[in-house]
Nanobody
């Protein structure tokens, strides 16, 4: 599986961004998809996850009620809608794919990574 993330950029605090991650292959719906992020000097952390069917999702406490993960299996794409952004959301955001659903999985359990897209939130 090859993943291509996009949609990052510079936004003011309180603003919104939508990240996209396009996947290759014809078995996209069989993969659970995650978003992780890594801020400068910090470890990569889980942000959100969605099951292969899109019927279930999970979020880190830090983004719950502000971020929404979704997917369109017909387009082989997963999205992360980010609202009410805060400066502490500044990070490189990575999409990830794994053949099994693992809510809040650690990074080492991920099977495939995208290249990352930078989100910068100014105060």
């Amino acid at each position: 599986v090859q993943l291509q993330a996009s949609g990052g950029g510079l936004v003011q605090a309180g603003g919104s961004l939508r990240l996209s991650c396009a996947a290759s292959g014809r078995t996209f719906s069989t993969y659970a998809m995650d978003w992780f992020r890594q801020a400068p000097g910090k470890e990569r952390e889980f942000v959100a996850a969605i099951s292969g069917s899109g019927g279930s999702a999970a979020y880190a406490d830090s983004v719950k009620d502000r971020f929404t993960i979704s997917r369109d299996n017909a387009k082989n794409t997963v999205y992360l809608q980010m609202n009410s952004l805060k400066p502490e959301d500044t990070a490189v955001y990575y999409c990830a794919a794994s053949p099994n659903t693992g809510w809040g999985r650690p990074p080492y359990e991920v099977h495939y990574w995208g290249q990352g897209t930078l989100v910068t939130v100014s105060s």
